[in-house]
């Protein structure tokens, strides 16, 4: 069975480019949650996808955005990068009804030059 | 607003010698507290959740347990395997988890 996949694991990019980090939840989830971690810092909630529609949304800037596909996987989405973008992007899934535990993938690391 | 304060932020122990970990929370009605574990590189591992103070949860050398402020992640006789990032973190509304910064234990043989 597998679990949450993310792609790619390690990205560098130049202040003001636009990225795109993917994500495919584990089998039978519907659910999926993207998280920023900073170095030595716990994860920060960027915004949740269910039914291709943003769910629920964190204290992020516009620059941040995503998609849920229909089979589920998802993609985030952050234009005109600054240097504080770079982070640990975690993708989690989850199904979609009462509140089940978070499974996360291993994550994609952005740098930002 | 939410909010998830863990201490120490780090610590170092000696294997066999237990410990406990904390997480102290602020929120406006528990809705659940989660324990995760984060090895360099990985993503948060989940171990536990509790939900209503007094409850108590165990796998292996871990435990944890719930008061009406705070949660301890008791480790006991731990081995250089247990060295990793414990994150706590408050379920907040319906889906996003509040972490707080983390405990990065390292067990020395």
């Known amino acids: 069975d597998a679990g949450v996949t993310q792609s790619p694991t390690h990205l560098i990019k130049t202040r003001g480019q636009q990225v795109t980090l993917r994500c495919s939840p584990k089998?039978?989830?519907?659910?999926v949650s993207w998280y920023q971690q900073a170095l030595g810092q716990g994860p920060q909630f960027i915004f949740q996808y269910y039914e291709e529609e943003e769910r629920q949304r964190g204290n992020f800037p516009d620059r941040f955005s995503g998609h849920q596909f229909p089979n589920y996987s998802s993609e985030l989405n952050v234009n005109a990068l600054l240097l504080g973008d770079s982070a640990l992007y975690l993708c989690?899934?989850?199904?979609?009804?009462?509140?089940?535990?978070?499974?996360f993938g291993s994550g994609t690391q952005l740098s930002v030059l | 607003e939410d909010q998830v304060t863990q201490s120490p932020e780090a610590l170092r122990l000696q294997e066999g010698e237990s410990s406990s970990l904390n997480c102290s929370y602020t929120?406006?009605?528990?809705?659940?507290l989660f324990w995760y574990r984060q090895d360099p590189g990985k993503g948060p591992e989940f171990l536990f959740t509790?939900?209503?103070a007094g409850e108590e949860k165990e796998k292996e050398r871990l435990k944890a347990t719930l008061t009406k402020k705070e949660s301890f992640l008791h480790i006991t006789a731990p081995k250089p395997e247990d060295s990793a990032t414990y994150l706590c973190?408050?379920?907040?509304?319906?889906?996003?988890?509040?972490f707080g910064q983390g405990t990065r234990l390292t067990i020395n043989p």
């Open positions: 973190a408050v379920l907040q509304g319906a889906q996003k988890l509040v």
């Open positions: 509790l939900y209503s």
């Open positions: 089998s039978g989830h519907d659910t």
């Open positions: 989690a899934s989850t199904l979609g009804g009462p509140y089940e535990k978070l499974f």
């Open positions: 929120v406006s009605g528990l809705r659940g």
